[in-house]
């Protein structure tokens, strides 16, 4: 199962354990190198459609300064599904790597 880029770094976010919707965004903008930036309605909808599909789970909630936190983490399949994909990319990685050779040549 090949993941979108930020379904995957949502999962990876989470590997470590569970997190609140803020520190998932956080994580994943740190993760992606600041190329990825969510916003609150994007990474709810991807966090809805992974827990369809049994990747992730609520985990707990709790209120904190009046405000409603919902944390979320892996499933079991979610981690299974995180290591496939993550030896996926390994593999596509070196093949890349392998047909590029030790330097580039592409034409100026």
Known sequence: MALREQSYLI???LSDGPLHG?????SV????????RMGAGTLYGALERLAGEGLVRV???????GRHR???EL??????????ETAR?????????HRLGPRPRFGV
């Open 70 to 72: 919902r944390y979320y």
């Open 75 to 84: 499933t079991g399949q979610g981690g299974e599904v995180l290591v496939e």
């Open 22 to 26: 803020y520190a998932v965004i956080k």
């Open 89 to 97: 990319l390994a593999r596509l990685t070196a093949t890349a790597q």
């Open 11 to 13: 999962l990876l976010a």
């Open 29 to 36: 903008r740190e993760l992606s190198e600041e190329r990825i």
């Open 59 to 65: 985990s707990g909630e709790e209120v904190v300064d």
